[in-house]
């Protein structure tokens, strides 16, 4: 069964202080990683797509990376308006076109004090 | 850019009733989903479609009924509400080939008394 496992399960940070937040992983066969910031009353807004070992994607503050077990989303620099639930999921692989399952970490709950 | 429009955003009703949620797309997205939202469990996959009138069971489809006719439109409806099925509801779209993202809508809040 594909897990998914985020930690901390929430971080307070001061603004200006650069952290990194987990996600460790076992799928049978990836197809992707994607992030998600969530926003209290929102749906998940998609960050990144991640789709093989040693890839790296980057916008404004955040970097997300991929190694073959965990992702990790890199933060430097936040500011306040950083605040929210980030998420992480894993795409199985289901073969050619068809989109296989999607399986959701709990999140990290990142609050940035000014 | 409308994108994911569900509706309404909060419901409140009873034990019993019917209720249906909507999700409208403006992307023509082939593939669309629904999930339910619970503290404690994450984000559940209750149904998914691959394209109109191909729709499939997830991980917690029992109680909830779903239909494609239109690519645009993935209506869900709780044929019979209970209080476990108070949730926040989402749907989700992507694009076709299979390792696409799903885009998320706001969130139907759904009380059930």
């Known amino acids: 069964e594909d897990q998914v496992t985020q930690s901390p399960e929430a971080l307070r940070l001061q603004e200006g202080e650069s952290s990194s937040l987990n996600c460790s992983y076992t799928?049978?066969?990836?197809?992707?990683l994607f992030w998600y910031r969530q926003d209290p009353g929102k749906g998940p807004e998609f960050l990144f797509t991640?789709?093989?070992a040693g890839e790296e994607k980057e916008k404004e503050r955040l970097k997300a990376t991929l190694t073959k077990k965990e992702s990790f989303l890199h933060i430097t620099a936040p500011k306040p308006e950083d605040s929210a639930t980030y998420l992480c999921?894993?795409?199985?692989?289901?073969?050619?076109?068809?989109?296989?399952?999607?399986?959701f970490g709990q999140g990290t709950i990142l609050t940035v004090h000014p | 850019d409308a994108g994911i429009t569900q509706s309404p955003r909060y419901k409140i009703t009873e034990t019993g009733r019917q209720v249906t949620l909507m999700c409208h797309q403006t992307?023509?997205?082939?593939?669309m989903f629904w999930y339910r939202q619970d503290l404690g469990h994450g984000l559940r996959l209750i149904y998914y479609?691959?394209?109109?009138?191909?729709?499939d069971k997830g991980e917690v489809p029992d109680g909830y009924v779903v239909s494609r006719s239109k690519t645009e439109n993935f209506p869900l409806t709780l044929e019979s509400a209970t209080r476990s099925q108070t949730s926040v509801y989402f749907c989700?779209?992507?694009?076709?080939?299979?390792?696409?993202?799903?885009?998320f809508g706001d969130g139907t809040r759904l009380s059930i008394l």
């Open positions: 991640l789709y093989s």
């Open positions: 999921a894993v795409l199985r692989n289901a073969g050619g076109t068809s989109y296989g399952k999607l399986t």
């Open positions: 799928v049978s066969g990836l197809r992707g």
């Open positions: 479609s691959a394209a109109a009138d191909i729709t």
């Open positions: 989700a779209t992507a694009a076709a080939g299979g390792h696409q993202p799903q885009h």
């Open positions: 992307w023509s997205h082939s593939y």
